[in-house]
Nanobody, 125 residues
Framework: QVQVVESGGGVVQAGGSLRLSCTASGSAFDAYAMGWFRQAPGKEREGISCMRSSGKTYYRDSVKGRFTISRDNAKNTLYLQMSSLKPEDTAMYYC???????????????????WGQGTQVTVSS
């Protein structure tokens, strides 16, 4: 079992940057696919990026070229570097550990078992 805790959210102006972190505890962090999801008010939670233990990644088109996912297995930590932020990026961001990260479609909630509480990102215009 894995416990994950997100941090790094905040309020930033459009065009700014933030780096989210997700620290995991428990067993075998490096064996899990790790994903970032977000949920804006009134919308469903969506997968935006994920990374396999092998290092292969996926990005949703809306964040491709602006967000970078990375992981440090020695520190049991997943990161999401977000740049060129837009007001539409405003959401609660969640980290999750699971068993499937495909490189050609968005990570799906049903494959991720372990979730953090989320960290709020607000982008002002």
């Amino acid at each position: 079992q894995v416990q994950v805790v997100e941090s790094g959210g905040g309020v930033v102006q459009a065009g700014g940057s933030l780096r989210l972190s997700c620290t995991a505890s428990g067993s075998a962090f490096d064996a899990y696919a790790m994903g970032w999801f977000r949920q804006a008010p009134g919308k469903e939670r969506e997968g935006i990026s994920c990374m396999r233990s092998s290092g292969k990644t996926y990005y949703r088109d809306s964040v491709k070229g602006r967000f970078t996912i990375s992981r440090d297995n020695a520190k049991n930590t997943l990161y999401l570097q977000m740049s060129s932020l837009k007001p539409e990026d405003t959401a609660m961001y969640y980290c999750a550990a699971g068993r499937l990260c495909e490189t050609n479609w968005a990570p799906e909630l049903r494959y991720y078992n372990y979730w953090g509480q989320g960290t709020q990102v607000t982008v002002s215009s």
